[in-house]
Nanobody, 125 residues
Framework: QVPLVESGGGLVQAGGSLKLSCAAS????????MGWFRQAPGKEREFVAT???????SYTSSVKGRFTISKDSAKNTVYLQMNRLSPEDTAVYYC???????????????????WGQGTQVTVSS
């Protein structure tokens, strides 16, 4: 397994912002779709955002207009900018890399083969 390492989580007040980062060594992000998922306590892991290998993006409806996914191929890093956070966004956030090269818009867990360890995001009211 190629390790993906997330960072940037933390505690923030409602309405605030956080920027998550995900980096990897030995796996090129530029030729793969990348995704962010999250898992709240007692709930299943759910799709948040994805960027296809060529830069198309898609978001779950609850974060559309507030979150932005981006890839920096030179740094082999993918980001999730999260604005106007609410307590409902509290979860462990996971970065994922697609199973196959040149993936399009991928929104299910099985589309991804490489996962990070997760970073906690807590939004207080």
């Amino acid at each position: 397994q190629v390790p993906l390492v997330e960072s940037g989580g933390g505690l923030v007040q409602a309405g605030g912002s956080l920027k998550l980062s995900c980096a990897a060594s030995g796996l090129s992000f530029s030729s793969r779709a990348m995704g962010w998922f999250r898992q709240a306590p007692g709930k299943e892991r759910e799709f948040v955002a994805t960027a296809s290998w060529n830069g198309d993006t898609s978001y779950t409806s609850s974060v559309k207009g507030r979150f932005t996914i981006s890839k920096d191929s030179a740094k082999n890093t993918v980001y999730l900018q999260m604005n106007r956070l609410s307590p409902e966004d509290t979860a462990v956030y996971y970065c994922a890399a697609a199973r196959f090269l040149r993936g399009g818009i991928l929104t299910t867990l099985n589309d991804y083969n490489y996962w990070g360890q997760g970073t906690q995001v807590t939004v207080s009211s």
